[in-house]
């Protein structure tokens, strides 16, 4: 059975960007959100095996939203996605419980290769 994952960014172009990655590669998408409220929620619901999350989002960012998902599923897999520059987010994603974290814009071996590892 597929790996299900939740793609969450506020930018749709890069929710498909991601999408089309993962399922490219054998990857179950089986949700996508626009901010980190939306995120939580979709976690509640669906229970997917990874979530990508960017850091950098309306209503709720990306690390308030790690720490809701983590929260509520301690064993929550969550990769962080972020622009150049954003170092000092990435390692508060760290730190908050984030497997690992992929830079904008982004490599397709790149961002298999991290699902792969927080999958492990």
Same mark, same amino acid.
């Not at 960012?61 to 990435?90: F, H, N, W, Y």
């Given at each position: 059975?597929?790996?299900?994952?939740?793609?969450?960014?506020?930018?749709?172009?890069?929710r498909m960007m991601?999408?089309?990655?993962?399922?490219?590669?054998?990857?179950? &998408?089986?949700?996508?959100? @626009?901010? #980190? =409220? *939306?995120?939580?929620?979709?976690?509640?619901?669906?229970?997917?095996?990874?979530?990508?999350?960017?850091?950098?989002?309306?209503?709720?960012?990306?690390?308030?939203?790690?720490?809701?998902?983590?929260?509520?599923?301690?064993?929550?897999? &969550?990769?962080?996605?972020? @622009?150049? #520059? =954003? *170092?000092?987010?990435?390692?508060?994603?760290?730190?908050?419980g984030a497997r690992?974290?992929?830079?904008?814009?982004?490599?397709?071996?790149?961002?298999?290769?991290?699902?792969?590892?927080?999958?492990?």
């Open positions: 059975m597929a790996n299900r994952v939740l793609v969450v960014d506020d930018a749709a172009f890069m991601i999408k089309d990655i993962l399922t490219k590669n054998g990857y179950e &998408v089986v949700g996508e959100a @626009a901010d #980190g =409220q *939306q995120a939580v929620e979709r976690y509640q619901e669906m229970r997917p095996d990874l979530v990508t999350l960017d850091i950098t989002m309306p209503e709720m960012d990306g690390i308030e939203a790690l720490k809701a998902i983590r929260s509520m599923d301690p064993t929550a897999r &969550v990769i962080m996605c972020s @622009a150049m #520059g =954003q *170092q000092s987010m990435v390692i508060d994603a760290i730190q908050a690992d974290f992929i830079v904008k814009p982004f490599q397709a071996d790149r961002v298999v290769e991290a699902v792969r590892k927080a999958l492990a």
